[in-house]
């Protein structure tokens, strides 16, 4: 099925460190997108992802999306305290999209 | 520009009674989704709407739970009768061309708030 594998599920981090996260399928999406989701709020778009071998950037954030279209990862560089919360992956196929179980970023001051 | 709107934003209920919720898309935006987020888990999809149109109802438990988009724009979604297992937070999304053309820009979902139901 098309079942999305998030790791790891929780970092903590130093503020100031590098943070990498990935989504694992296998299953083929043909949309990859990083969502960020605060505590009580609705998960916020971060970066979208439109085409296999895509490198794309939103200030800190790196994302790509993986050559075999089964596999993402987010990249966060120098991380401030605000960067807390979990970050979810998505990834859309035929009238589906389909979340990962979040990955939950605590950063340390 | 306006975000997606959902009310309420809390709602706690009895196993058994019945509830609703409501969304208003951002303007502009064709295709909405009902979402399910279970504690600890990613959102689920329940539902999509192209205007007025479902696209794809695979996931929603037809035997308790219906939505509707009668004018294409806003949407409610409906539990009757609820049970304790629907505990969850339940958000409304929207986006600019349905997930059918995924692959393109403006398929990506934007969310609201969400409601957070509890049933006891």
């Known amino acids: 099925g098309q079942q999305l594998n998030q790791s790891p599920q929780s970092m903590f981090i130093q503020e100031g460190e590098d943070v990498s996260m990935n989504c694992t399928s296998s299953s083929i999406f043909n949309t990859w997108l990083w969502y960020k989701q605060d505590p009580g709020e609705g998960p916020v778009l971060l970066i979208a992802?439109?085409?296999?071998?895509e490198l794309t950037s939103n200030g800190r954030l790196t994302a790509q999306f993986g050559i075999t279209r089964k596999d993402s990862f987010l990249n966060i560089s120098a991380s401030i305290p605000s960067d807390v919360g979990i970050y979810f992956c998505?990834?859309?196929?035929?009238?589906?999209?389909?979340f990962g179980a979040g990955t939950r970023l605590t950063v340390k001051p | 520009e306006a975000g997606v709107a959902q009310s309420p934003r809390y709602k706690i209920i009895e196993k058994r009674q019945s509830v609703a919720f409501w969304c208003n898309p951002i303007s502009g935006h064709a295709t909405l989704y009902w979402y399910q987020q279970i504690l600890g888990q990613g959102p689920k999809l329940l539902i999509q709407f192209q205007n007025n149109g479902v696209v794809d109802d695979s996931q929603l438990p037809k035997d308790r739970f219906s939505a509707e988009r009668l004018k294409g724009v806003d949407s409610t979604l409906k539990i009757q009768p609820a049970k304790l297992e629907d505990s969850a937070v339940y958000l409304c999304?929207?986006?600019?061309?349905?997930?059918?053309?995924?692959?393109?820009?403006?398929?990506?979902?934007?969310f609201g708030q969400g409601t957070r139901l509890t049933v006891v």
């Open positions: 992802l439109y085409k296999a071998g």
């Open positions: 999304a929207s986006s600019l061309y349905p997930l059918i053309r995924q692959g393109t820009q403006n398929t990506e979902a934007f």
């Open positions: 998505a990834g859309q196929a035929s009238y589906d999209m389909r």
